[in-house]
């Protein structure tokens, strides 16, 4: 089944414990990205990566790494995570070129930082 | 300045009843798409409908459609026959020329009630 998956689905944490959130897509997609979810706010997009090795900031980069080692996986790192990073998370993906409309999103992952 | 506008937070509608959800955008591109998502309240982000600038034809998936005003730069969802399983919050988002990132609007809920 083509998916896009990240774990964990659920994580609290505290300040300035370093955590990673995984995101695997198994459609060989090349365009990769990461969203927050704020309520008022819609989505916002913090990193995104057309290639391996081939990353750049997006709207709201400030706190996060990313990296693209592996074309399958995008992993999203908070070094030292503080309170307003409590969020929903989205990593997604699509196919780069013509007709390449739908971006896959997998399933959030809802982060709390007390 | 805002790229997708979505003025209504919330809206209550009848099952069966058709509903409208507004969608406004900004851009400067001549090159863009249109796209909807659904969120139920599980929380993962379901594609509804892709609208390219150059479409002539306003784009249909089954019960959804969107009536694209391209002067107006509107993109507004259409649901038909409204189900009790259309209860979601709905995105409306833009991505530009040849950008891949989305920019959402900040979404709208729809209840619907039996």
């Known amino acids: ?26 459609m ?7 969203y927050r979810q704020d309520p008022g706010l819609g989505l916002r997009q913090i990193y995104y990566s057309m290639n391996v090795e081939v ?24 070094e030292s995570p503080s309170p ?10 699509s196919f780069v070129g013509q007709g390449a409309n739908e971006q896959f999103f997998g399933p959030g992952t809802r982060l709390t930082v007390l | 300045a805002q790229k997708i506008t979505q003025t209504q937070p919330g809206m209550f509608v009848q099952e069966k009843e058709a509903v409208t959800l507004d969608c406004t955008y900004d851009t400067s591109d001549q090159s863009y798409g249109l796209f909807w998502y659904k969120q139920p309240s ?26 694209f005003q391209k002067a107006r730069k509107s993109a507004n969802l259409v649901i038909s026959a ?4 259309d209860s979601a919050m709905y995105f409306c988002a833009m991505r530009e020329g040849s950008d891949y990132k989305l920019s959402f609007g900040a979404g709208t809920t729809v209840t619907v009630r039996a």
């Open chain 1, 1 to 26: 089944e083509a998916q896009v998956t990240q774990n964990p689905r659920y994580l609290i944490t505290v300040t300035g414990k370093k955590l990673t959130v995984t995101c695997s897509q198994n």
């Open chain 1, 28 to 34: 060989n997609h090349e365009y990769m990205s990461w």
């Open chain 1, 55 to 78: 990353t750049d900031k997006g709207d709201v980069p400030e706190g996060y790494k990313v990296s693209r080692k592996e074309k399958r996986n995008f992993p999203l790192i908070l």
């Open chain 1, 84 to 93: 307003n990073q409590t969020s929903l998370y989205f990593c997604a993906s």
């Open chain 2, 42 to 67: 599980s929380g993962e982000m379901i594609f509804l409908i892709y609208q390219g600038s150059y479409d002539e034809q306003n784009a249909t998936e089954g019960r959804y459609s969107l009536n």
């Open chain 2, 82 to 85: 409204s189900q009790l399983g």
